[in-house]
């Protein structure tokens, strides 16, 4: 009897198959149905879309066009400024400090781009810089959002879990820098941002690895109770300075702990709605796996073995095999551990490949969900067994924004 994966090889094969690989397919009965289980959980708070994990700006008008989507996080400025000049959003937070001087200029020189595109910052050097580029008496006044680091750290800050990123942890520190903020000419504070990394970036169920995932839950417990009281006193300290229209937080992890916090206004999340192998490793909400890419097989080295073109297709982080693109149609592949995801050639084992014949295709899930689009210009959209469009990804439109 064939099963869910058996039927959905079959229609991807067959919707595909006037295309050669390599190129990317997105299911989109499976993108929606992320999309909608994202907005279910984030319990009636806005989402606003990670643009990192879709990097197309067809997929991220599509989602911004549902139900419970609302504004985009993107990566970079002059990304940020591409979305909104190409009628994407009005509504762009950049989630990253940014030195980019051409683009701050760009910023500073129209009031409408000002008013669209909020900048993120943690320290008053970033301020500086931006001064540099365009003094405050020359240019509209921007708008800012404090970037909170939501690290946990247990044992009188001896032990750090979580993601580096700002240097402003303390309820203190965010009112003092929030302070300085509302004391410079130039510059409006309008958002709180802060990315519970170690909660909503890290799998609380890593397969076949029992003791780790309950270390795993046993931090995420006592981090998000921390986190709560912590972000809460922050956002109050900051408030004192500020008048915020937005604090943001979570990740797909986390939509639904993350929308509990009476603090946050607005969830964060994006990779769920391509659900990557990273995201097989959750309890609370896995999503369905919606983007693929497809590899020709070109060799039959020895009995039991198939070898595709390319496939090294590697995800950003720690170098480990988490980072890894996983064989997933024909069920039952698997890599060759002496050669792993190649440059140019990928062999893979496993019983369906005596099955496969040169030519046949091997579908493949990305590590991680947006950089899939960095390797291929478009994307191929699925409705059922036929592709109904096939749109661009940002290097297809020209751009390499990081």
């Given at each position: 009897m064939a099963t869910e994966r058996d039927l959905l090889r079959d229609r991807l094969d067959q919707a595909t198959a006037h295309l050669d690989p390599p190129f990317v397919a997105v299911d989109l009965a499976a993108f929606d149905a992320n999309a909608a289980a994202l907005a279910d959980r984030a319990a009636g708070k806005p989402i606003r879309v990670a643009s990192k994990s879709v990097r197309s700006r067809d997929l991220l008008s599509r989602v911004l066009a549902r139900p419970g989507w609302q504004g985009v996080l993107a990566f970079t400025l002059p990304e940020a400024i591409h979305l909104v000049r190409t009628g994407v959003s009005d509504d762009v937070v950049v989630a990253y400090p940014t030195a980019d001087r051409a683009a701050l200029a760009e910023l500073a020189a129209d009031p409408a781009l000002a008013d669209t595109v909020t900048l993120m910052v943690d320290a008053p050097a970033q301020l500086d810089l931006i001064d540099v580029v365009r003094a405050p008496g020359q240019r509209p006044e921007l708008r800012l959002c404090l970037d909170l680091d939501a690290s946990w750290r247990p044992l009188r800050g001896r032990l750090h879990v979580g993601v580096r990123r700002s240097p402003l942890h303390s309820a203190t520190a965010a009112g003092a820098f929030a302070a300085t903020?509302?004391?410079?000419?130039?510059?409006?504070?309008?958002?709180?941002?802060?990315?519970?990394?170690?909660?909503?970036?890290?799998?609380?169920?890593?397969?076949?690895?029992?003791?780790?995932?309950?270390?795993?839950?046993?931090?995420?417990?006592?981090?998000?109770?921390?986190?709560?009281?912590?972000?809460?006193?922050?956002?109050?300290?900051?408030?004192?300075?500020?008048?915020?229209?937005?604090?943001?937080?979570?990740?797909?992890?986390?939509?639904?702990?993350?929308?509990?916090?009476?603090?946050?206004?607005?969830?964060?999340?994006?990779?769920?709605?391509?659900?990557?192998?990273?995201?097989?490793a959750y309890r609370a909400w896995r999503p369905v796996p919606a983007a693929f890419f497809a590899c020709a097989v070109v060799r039959r080295p020895a009995p039991g073995l198939a070898t595709v073109l390319g496939g090294g297709w590697i995800a950003s982080g720690p170098a480990d095999p988490s980072r890894l693109p996983r064989p997933w149609l024909p069920a039952g592949l698997r890599l060759v551990g002496t050669e792993g995801a190649g440059e140019v050639q990928t062999p893979l084992a496993g019983a369906p490949a005596d099955l496969l014949r040169v030519g046949d295709r091997v579908w493949f899930r990305h590590a991680k969900a947006g950089e899939v689009g960095e390797r291929v210009n478009e994307l191929h959209l699925v409705d059922g067994d036929a592709v109904v469009a096939t749109v661009p990804t940002y290097r297809g439109d020209g751009h390499a924004f990081l």
């Open positions: 903020v509302a004391g410079r000419r130039g510059f409006r504070l309008v958002g709180v941002m802060a990315y519970e990394a170690q909660i909503a970036g890290l799998g609380d169920a890593p397969p076949g690895q029992t003791l780790r995932a309950t270390a795993i839950r046993a931090m995420q417990r006592r981090s998000y109770r921390e986190l709560l009281a912590r972000r809460g006193a922050a956002v109050a300290a900051v408030r004192a300075h500020a008048d915020l229209e937005f604090v943001n937080g979570g990740g797909t992890g986390s939509v639904a702990a993350t929308s509990a916090d009476q603090s946050v206004t607005e969830i964060t999340a994006g990779s769920g709605l391509y659900g990557p192998t990273l995201f097989d």
